[in-house]
């Protein structure tokens, strides 16, 4: 699909039109925390890093500011009519609560893919819900029927020049509380956050870097920026479901080629770190859509060495369980993680000699389970799974070592394969 050539930014949305969103906006969204990390500072070698902290707002989420002013701008006879959506589930609840903030009736299309929790919060602000769909792009086909089906207007997430101008407003608030910036990083799926804080900022100061960030699986910006054309991806693979978008739409695209410096992909496992220090150093709880950001940070796809830098991070809204495994992958990745196979002699009493042990070690004994017996195991111990959490890899090599050295316990170096039955 071919963007529209003709199309330029300024046709789409003007900082006039942000300015426009922030009065709107007065009154009904939080003006969320800019908070610097010294850790993502020394991690990046940054002059400073602040987290624009959007997982704070509203809804858990930036959707509110552009679902907000897009309903508030709708007339009478409209208002009457209802509107529909579709949404991985941030934009789900923006539209729901705005619905009930302007006396509108909202109906949300999901795909199937969509965290309960999400789905949940969208009933709970009193919009309906309709999950449908494996992914983003057959909920959204199903929500244009909806909308034609009942006359009622179709809040597009991303691609709507009022959904835009009301995400700027985070740009706004952002130049508010600093007057240090250099380069601001912030997540891309369809495009509409991005572009609308790159035209507040680009007003503000042509010379401050905006730099869009996709996870690996669903990347599809940059090649549409540098073929000067839509690139729509056959199909999307990542964790991050908030930004699993496959396109840009023709708005986005006009706006992004323009306004946007660069994009830049990182990885699934670079994800689950920045969620886990996210956690950890700032006490913040980030969905991996919204951690992608501090992602590109940590992981150096974006050099900001000596520069002042704003993260955005976008959302907040995990389920807790999916969270609670990312932040455990993270763990793995930095090193802070291992999981062992032991084999133990004189089950079940040797149990405490390994909590004793991992203890000592300093280490936190995070699951201890029992296995089934593998063709090779020895048929006079139990095996069992261990998963040891500590400082880093040389901490649990030493704690692994201390296990091995206990009588009755023997580290499993290459599991046997599960006996099958005959």
Do not use: C
């Not at 990542?238 to 496959?246: F, P, Q, S």
């Not at 150096?300 to 955005?312: K, L, M, N, P």
Request: a negative charge; zero cysteines; glycine letters at 10%.
């Amino acid at each position: 699909m071919s963007g529209n050539s003709e199309l330029a930014a300024d046709d789409v949305v003007t900082l006039a039109d942000v300015e426009a969103a922030r009065k709107r906006l007065d009154g009904v969204v939080h003006r969320t925390p800019l908070d610097g990390s010294t850790t993502f500072a020394e991690r990046s070698e940054a002059a400073s890093v602040g987290l624009k902290l959007e997982n704070t707002q509203r809804t858990g989420s930036f959707k509110i500011r552009g679902a907000y002013n897009a309903m508030a701008r709708l007339d009478e006879d409209a208002r009457g009519r209802g509107v529909v959506t579709a949404s991985a589930g941030n934009h789900a609840q923006g539209v729901a609560l705005a619905g009930r903030l302007l006396g509108v009736d909202a109906a949300v299309v999901v795909p199937e893919v969509t965290p309960a929790a999400k789905i949940d919060a969208t009933r709970g602000y009193g919009a309906e819900v309709v999950v449908e769909g494996a992914d983003y792009e057959r909920a959204y086909e199903r929500a244009r029927d909806l909308a034609d089906e009942r006359g009622a207007t179709f809040v597009h997430p991303f691609d709507d020049a009022d959904v835009i101008a009301g995400q700027g407003t985070v740009g706004l608030e952002m130049l508010a509380q600093t007057t240090e910036l250099d380069t601001v990083l912030v997540s891309v799926g369809g495009g509409g956050l991005v572009s609308g804080v790159a035209t507040a900022l680009k007003a503000h100061d042509p010379d401050v870097r905006v730099v869009g960030v996709q996870p690996e699986g669903a990347a599809h910006a940059k090649p549409s920026i540098e073929a000067d054309r839509i690139h729509r991806l056959d199909e999307v693979d990542t964790v991050a479901e908030g930004i699993a978008d496959a396109r840009l739409l023709d708005l986005t695209f006009a706006v992004i080629r323009e306004r946007v410096d660069d994009v830049v992909a990182v990885s699934d496992r670079e994800l689950a770190v920045a969620t886990t220090l996210l956690a950890e150093r700032a006490k913040t709880v980030a969905e991996a859509a919204g951690a992608a950001p501090v992602a590109a940070l940590l992981s150096g796809a974006v050099d900001v060495a000596d520069e002042h830098v704003v993260a955005v991070v976008s959302g907040g809204n995990t389920d807790l369980t999916a969270h609670a495994e990312l932040t455990r992958t993270g763990l793995l990745e930095l090193g802070r993680y291992v999981e062992a196979r032991l084999a133990l002699a004189g089950w079940p009493t040797r149990l405490g000699d390994v909590t004793e042990t991992v203890e000592a070690e300093g280490a936190e004994l995070d699951s201890l389970e029992r296995v089934r017996r593998g063709g090779g195991d020895d048929p006079n111990r139990v095996p069992v799974t261990v998963g040891l959490a500590g400082s880093g890899p040389d901490h649990l090599a030493d704690v692994l070592a201390a296990l091995d050295d206990l009588d009755g316990v023997a580290i499993v170096r290459d599991p046997p394969p599960q006996q099958g039955p005959k």
